[in-house]
């Protein structure tokens, strides 16, 4: 396993590799998700590129950039031990040197949920996204689907710059409680982690009542707002039920599938998940 | 030498071609300036793949897209004659699909000079830049220094969204009279192509100022103007005298290097040139 920094580094060390190229981008302090991700790409490709990156972009000044949990070391070993082949850590002054000034932006799909609350962060994704695809040129990159509008909008980036990678996106690696991995659950005291487990609680409630032939697409948000509400620590930012690729709220009933999404603060602390719903 | 239409086959095409790979964008109706950006590519590479779309997104409303001058019949002639191998001719339905929805857009070398007149220009052309290059995935791409601040801008975009193309910009090429060439000159009447050496000769009138030691911003603007405003036909949009990198307006006494342009109306036909002034 080789360790990189700079940009020309991580050129020159990925003309060694055998294709294809796999490629799963995270922002450090790994966990069982990240590792998902790197097994996959492992699965399916020759060579797997995992870069490290607390990309200060998509953070919004009052947000988590300083406190995101960060443990290298740590990282490298995991990594080392599921066989990762190239390990990129770039610096932020190296991606982000003096008069930096090119975007990219997706319009659409970044408009409702997350880019309600967070109306920088898909900006600083899709930036961040573009150049790690440019220096590092997989062939496939793989995204969690923990982070759902996030993959979507990856999704649509790709489609429309004609970008040569596929995106792959792998499912949510939970806990035995259902709290679905995140770097930020490190953030959550023993109390808070006890209650977290509640939104996975409130997504299966809407996803036994959906299975049970549940279609009102208000009535979903219902149950999982009467879960949520029941736990004492979990202040909710939203509840979702949407159209799967547009992400736009549904009304009325539900004509095919759906996803469900939430935003919920346990103190300081947001978290989000989600479930998609198969008709 | 094989002619592609679709994103599928140029992608195809382009695996069969040896490396280095040079690329050559344009909007067709070629004249000696592109077909001078072939024989550069030519020269440096292997391979040499041509674009020609008429791109709609840089062209505002009330520009001059359906008018804009086409021949791909011509065009491959001379594409054929100077040797290029892959040319690439696009439909606008492939490349901007129904919901297509993502920019790239370079914040500030895109808003003084022809930004300030064309607000929406250079994010089509980025846009459409990032989309040729992920595509036909070049190591070199040849632009003409003719359009100097998109030259500039594709630079940053290159520089800020780590694309592994190198972008080489060369020379304007000139009629005798001192005319750059430029596919909208076959909009000029016969007086109004006499009359458009003009800009040749303020751009020039400029130079030889300079290299006699005059170093005012100021003063070089003026030499400019007095010239346009010799010429009953030209009607001056801008001129300016701007410092290379920034592309901003330079004031007081020039240290170093200028940019000189100019943006010149001759009836509805919207004519640019421009000069480097070394120090």
Known sequence: ????????????????????VGMVPTMGFLHAGHLSLVRAARRDCASVIVSIFVNPTQFAPHEDLDAYPRNTARD????AAEGAHLIWIPDAEEMYPENFQTWVEVVEVTRPLEGLYRPIHFRGVTTVVAKLFNAATPHQAYFGQKDAQQAAVIQQMVRDLNFGVEIKVCPTVREPDGLAFSSRNAYLDPEERRAAAIL??????????????ERSADLLR??????????????PQYVSCS????????????????????????????????MILEA
């Open 1 to 20: 396993m080789q360790v990189v920094k700079t940009i020309s580094e991580l050129r020159s060390a990925r003309r060694n590799l055998p294709a294809a």
């Open 76 to 79: 490298l070993e995991l990594l």
């Open 200 to 213: 996975f609680k409130a997504l299966s409630n809407a996803q036994i009542a959906f299975n049970k032939g």
């Open 222 to 235: 219902e149950i999982m707002k009467t879960a949520l509400n029941s736990e004492p620590l979990a202040n």
């Open 243 to 274: 159209n799967p690729d547009t992400l736009l709220e549904l009304t009325g009933q539900i004509n095919g599938c759906a996803l469900l999404t939430m935003a919920v603060f346990f103190g300081k602390t947001r978290l989000i998940d989600n």
